[in-house]
């Protein structure tokens, strides 16, 4: 079974093309981080346009890479939220037209799920139940997936999303866009306890995050030392920092595991790849005798390849959308498999061509 996948839920146009659930024939990305790069984050209305430029030729790519051509399909799936409104029915608009050119099976896929399934491209079949910390530009959430497939949320964040307090400290430190590889790079030559930035909901009982406070004392102890005269050692700052969101997120995760009795953890989205928070929650895993699955760099950011594969499923459990789906911005992960298809009304039917 071959399914084509298109994610556009945020400022990357991509198609992956995966074959029988786990292998991997196309993955391509096409950035627009220097589109953005001078404002210092994503602006909605210049990712929708460039969508509408790439997308096409991006398609036409992974076709390519994958040696297939369009009738070589048995499937499409697109993302169909959360993201933002304007690039996602970008994607979405795209899709219907290949099944509907192709008499293909259409899939809308929630873009959370996505990233926690892209781990079965590098490990194979996931089995719950499976913890999952899912931390990206607009994303912080610790969820369970159940035996059934559905999801259930433990926890979230109330405010920042780490990738958005990554990028907004590396804007204010005068470091590139995006902010999280720059703090992740520098944060190498600092020291992690060099500042005694606050741990916020650390140790309040639940499972939720909030980033907006360490924000805050990282910029008005960057302002103290203006005022006094004094020149910040960038890689501590940006190391301390890390280091308080790496704590609470790796020491909320142990906790989950050991309440919910479960024995395997992935670390999905953009801000998985930061290598403090690969480094400590796999020792962490390895203390609590936790199978940690971590997907590649490549399969951790935004990716065409992780759409194709949870759409894949979807398939194989025989869940498919008409062309009615719906973009969803705020659509939310907890819950069933198909929730992402049921836009435009999901209809039950066996993998392969549509009608």
Known sequence: MLVLGIETSCDETAVGIVEDRFAVRANVIA???????????????????????LMLPTIDRALVEAGIGLSDLDGVAVTSGPGLVGALLVGVAAAKGLALAGDLPLVGVNHLRAHVEAAQLQYG????????????????SLVVMD???SFRQLGATIDDAAGEAFDKIARFLGL?????????????????????????????????????????????????????????HLADVAASFQEAIVDVQVDKSMAAARAEGIERMVIAGGVAANTRLRARMQAACDDHGIRLLVPSIGLCTDNGAMVAASGAN??????????????????????????????????????GRAG
Do not use: C, W
Request: aromatic share 4%; charged share 20%.
């Open 125 to 140: 079949e996931l089995e719950p139940p499976l913890l999952a910390l899912v931390v990206s530009g607009g994303h912080t």
């Open 314 to 351: 979807l398939l194989t459990a025989g869940v498919t959308a008409d062309l009615g789906l719906a973009a969803d911005p705020n659509l939310p992960l907890a819950g069933r498999a198909d929730a992402a298809s049921a836009g435009g009304g999901t209809t039950r039917s066996g993998p």
């Open 31 to 53: 950035s627009q981080i220097e589109l953005h790069a001078p404002y210092g984050g994503v602006v909605p209305e210049v990712a929708a346009r460039a969508h509408l430029e």
């Open 176 to 232: 590139g866009y995006p902010g999280g590889p720059e703090i992740d790079r520098i944060a190498r030559e600092g020291d992690p306890a060099a500042v005694a930035f606050p741990r916020a909901m650390a140790n309040d009982g639940t499972y939720d995050f909030s980033l907006s406070g360490l924000k805050t004392a990282v910029i008005r102890y960057l302002r103290k030392l203006e005022a006094e005269g004094t020149e910040p």
């Open 147 to 149: 035996g059934d497939g």
